[in-house]
Nanobody
Framework: QVQLVESGGGLVQPGGSLRLSCAASGTIFPFYAMGWYRQAPGKQRELVATISRGGSTNYADSVKGRFTISRDNAKNTVNLQMNSLKPEDTAVYYC?????????WGQGTEVTVSS
């Protein structure tokens, strides 16, 4: 019954910023880990950033220093602040969450970086 819903995607110029949000429903307890993945046309899905229940984070080298992941355990939400966006950041971004039983995925939100 767990569902993840992403929002905040859109069209932005190179150098601009976007903030993605993911809201989880169907559970009261915080996930052990949450994160963001992305998939560009013709490419495999890749990890962007993850954050543990305790707040430990890790980032793909391609986004380190530009993106920031955060979460609110009480609300079961995870956010991705994306700054200094590049055309190569264009992709569908997917929210991910993990508990003891399984991994959950959102439907994705499109991010297009273009002038």
């Amino acid at each position: 019954q767990v569902q993840l819903v992403e929002s905040g995607g859109g069209l932005v110029q190179p150098g601009g910023s976007l903030r993605l949000s993911c809201a989880a429903s169907g559970t009261i307890f915080p996930f052990y880990a949450m994160g963001w993945y992305r998939q560009a046309p013709g490419k495999q899905r890749e990890l962007v950033a993850t954050i543990s229940r305790g707040g430990s984070t890790n980032y793909a080298d391609s986004v380190k220093g530009r993106f920031t992941i955060s979460r609110d355990n009480a609300k079961n939400t995870v956010n991705l602040q994306m700054n200094s966006l590049k055309p190569e950041d264009t992709a569908v971004y997917y929210c991910n969450a993990n508990d003891i039983t399984r991994s959950y995925w959102g439907q994705g939100t499109e991010v297009t970086v273009s002038s």
